[in-house]
Structures are given as C-alpha cells and as structure tokens.
C-alpha cells in the first residue's frame, strides 16, 4: 500500500519537476516508413526528457526548430528503463486516431511518460494551434492527466515544439508492467528502511543494557535472555 503510494507520490513529483526546468535531452527527428500498413507513414517527432520523464511529440507537418538539440548537462538526466511503444509510426498512428484531430496540420499530439525507476504512469495531450478560441487559449485534449490551458499569445508565431509534458498535471493511466515494477520497488525499500530501523533501535537499547525488544533492564546481562519478554529464553516445553 506504502509501495502504490509512494510510487505515484515519486511520478508526480517528477511529472512537477518538469514545469521548472527545461529537458535535460531534446530530440527532432523525421520518420518514414513507406512500407507501413497504417495511415501515416510519415511523422515528425521531438523528443524531450527530463530525469523520469519521457515525452514524445507527433505532428504531420515541419514545424520551425525541428533540428536536434545537443543534449544538455543537467542533474534531471534522462532515465528510460522500460519503453512500452518501440514502434513510433504506429505509435503515432494510434495517437491520431484516438484524438482524430480536426486541423491535422496544425495539431501536435504528446503522449508523456513518467515514474521511476520505471515509467508508470501515461498521458496523451493535444494541441491545436490552428487559431485561438474565443478566449485567447488553443484548443487542447487530454486524455489520462490535466492540462493547463494554452495562452495562444504566448506561442502565437512562433510554431515551436515546446513541450506539452510542462503544462500537464498528475497523469494517472497505469503503465502497468512499469507500476508493478515500481511498487515493488518502493515496497522493498519501505520494508529495508523499516529493518535498519528496527536493527538501530535494538541496538541502541542493548547498548543501555537493556532487553531489545521490550526494554527492560537486564544490566548488560544479554546471555541468560530477558524475563520479560524471553527473549532468547527457552519457550517453557508445553506440559502433557
Ligand atoms: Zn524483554
């Protein structure tokens, strides 16, 4: 329960991280796959990553900027254990399916990976900066997580790929081998902790010259065992 908790507690955490500080790596690149089945077979894609945090961009038409992008020092270093979707053209075909955009020339869609030591939790976002809405924002979808909306002044001509994981808010679709894997590695550390605690406790009392589990006093006397509690006592043999 610790282990669910602190895993979503950690993916959070990162996901937040990001609205602060720019991807440690960056990537644009073009993809073709004339051989594929599905309906695009072309699609630009931008990478960003943060320390736990993956984000991929799919968008059908060059954009300004897509160039790659050196890879930046920077203490939230990438970290990609387990990357459920190796097929990025379909990839990006499930996405602009699932969204089936109006504007497909001006819609990027992100699909945002977070968690760690596994990314465990997913959320799929698009913009469309076709034209603002009445209200001076794009329209935008989200599908598994929140999304901030989008002040179109802030992006208006300037068709940049920025990042759309660094308007989104505790994505919450399970990614469930890396959730798995996650939890039982937060249990696991949950339960290391509890130990060494428990070990430092013991000793800290024995060092008092006192019974390690139940405290009392035993004058340094640790052989016979405790009265007490009897510890490290014969269990009395049971009488017939
Ligand atoms: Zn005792």
């Not at 009445?134 to 068709?159: H, L």
Request: glycine share 6%.
């Amino acid at each position: 329960m610790l282990g669910v908790l602190l895993n979503l507690l950690v993916a959070w955490g990162l996901g937040l991280l990001t609205h602060t500080t720019d991807a440690a790596d960056q990537r644009m690149i073009q993809l073709y796959n004339p051989s594929s089945t599905t309906v695009h077979t072309r699609f630009y894609l931008a990478v960003h990553q943060w320390f736990g945090v993956h984000e991929r961009q799919f968008y059908l038409t060059r954009r300004s900027r897509a160039r790659p992008e050196p890879k930046r020092i920077s203490v939230f270093w990438t970290w990609l254990p387990a990357d459920p979707a190796p097929d990025v053209i379909e990839e990006g075909n499930r996405l602009f399916e699932a969204f089936n955009p109006e504007h497909l020339d001006n819609t990027v869609i992100s699909t945002t990976r977070v968690g760690f030591p596994a990314l465990a939790l997913s959320c799929d976002t698009l913009v469309d900066d076709l034209a603002p809405l009445p209200d001076g924002t794009y329209s935008t979808m989200a599908k598994g997580g929140f999304f901030d909306r989008v002040e179109a002044a802030q992006f208006a001509g300037k068709p940049a790929i920025w990042s759309h994981t660094q308007r989104l808010w505790f994505p919450y679709r399970p990614i469930w081998s890396g959730f798995l894997i996650n939890t039982a590695f937060y249990t696991l550390v949950v339960c290391a902790l509890a130990w060494l605690w428990r070990q430092i406790k013991h000793a800290r009392r024995m060092r008092r010259g006192l019974c390690p589990f139940c405290k009392y006093q035993l004058s340094y006397d640790f052989t016979t065992g405790c009265p007490e509690c009897g510890w490290r006592r014969q269990q009395p043999a049971k009488a017939p």
